[in-house]
């Protein structure tokens, strides 16, 4: 079982918000999660995309009453299924659920993200997710209008996929992040906080910081590369004022 990484051990003050940043846990839970005020997921919960384990997720989810808000998108496995002729074609329709019950945010404060924004009412984050992979594009110019149509507002941004050349090599060491998303993310966007996973090798934490600002990279992968519960969560703590 991996163990809870928590690298602010203390909360310095109310003004800060406590992020727990995972992905790809594919199906496995043995992991334990640390205390904080938003829970991150950037995809792959499942492993083949049944409805049973989309549903697993969902009532995991509901247990975690230590979160205000559980922010969710969806990864590769969740389209896993449905996947024909190298494009993605659809969701299992249990993520419908995730999509439509407006309870799941009333009540358990789960808030999933397609190709679209939420902002906070508590304390102002605006937040951006996207599940999509640049698979589901015919050609590099539509993959760019996708990654460049991310609001320039957004202070926390999840997609399943890493930039690249950040925290994005593989197993055997190739850099395999798509070059669109790291030209939107440090020319346009430019978040606070950028979380992702999909791979598994590059588990991980880095910064970078020029005169418009700074954005922390977290590759949150759970999973190692032969898909073991080997990772932590990732811990992060923001100031909304920064």
Same mark, same amino acid.
């Given at each position: @079982? ?11 003050? &109310?003004? *800060? =918000?406590? $992020? ?8 496995? !839970?043995? $992991? ?9 997921? &950037? ?5 083949? #995309?049944?409805? %049973?384990?989309?549903?697993? $997720? ?7 009453? +230590? !979160? ?13 299924? $449905?996947?024909?002729? %190298?494009? !993605? ?5 249990? *993520? ?20 679209? &924004? ?5 304390? #102002?984050? %605006? ?10 594009? %015919? ?5 760019? +209008? ?19 050349? *950040?925290?994005?090599? /593989? @197993?055997? #060491? =190739? ?12 020319? /346009? ?13 590059? !588990?991980? +934490? @880095? ?21 073991? =519960? ?13």
């Amino acid at each position: @079982m991996a163990e809870a990484v928590v690298e602010i051990e203390d909360k310095p003050s &109310s003004s *800060i =918000t406590r $992020f727990v940043c995972i992905s790809d846990n594919h199906d496995n !839970y043995d $992991f334990v999660l640390p205390p904080g005020d938003i829970l991150l997921h &950037s995809g792959d919960f499942t492993h083949n #995309g049944t409805e %049973k384990e989309v549903l697993t $997720f969902l009532n995991w989810l509901k247990t975690l009453t +230590q !979160y205000r808000l559980k922010i969710v998108i969806v990864g590769n496995h969740e389209w896993k299924r $449905f996947y024909t002729k %190298k494009r !993605y074609k659809k969701l299992p329709p249990a *993520i419908e659920q995730l999509k439509t019950d407006k309870s799941l945010i009333s009540d358990f404060g789960i808030v999933y993200l397609q190709e679209s &924004s939420f902002q906070d009412p508590i304390t #102002g984050w %605006k937040f951006y997710g996207s599940g999509w992979l640049s698979e589901h594009c %015919k050609d590099s110019k539509e993959i760019h +209008q996708h990654w460049f149509s991310i609001p320039t507002d957004t202070d926390i941004l999840l997609t399943h996929g890493p930039p690249n050349g *950040i925290l994005d090599k /593989s @197993m055997r #060491g =190739t850099s395999i992040g798509c070059k669109e998303l790291f030209q939107s993310v440090t020319t /346009s966007v430019k978040p606070k906080l950028h979380v992702f996973g999909h791979v598994h090798a590059s !588990y991980g +934490q @880095m910064e970078n910081e020029d005169e418009f600002g700074r954005t922390v990279f977290i590759n949150a992968s759970i999973c190692d590369s032969y898909f073991r =519960t080997a990772h932590s969560p990732i811990v992060i703590d923001l100031n909304r004022d920064d």
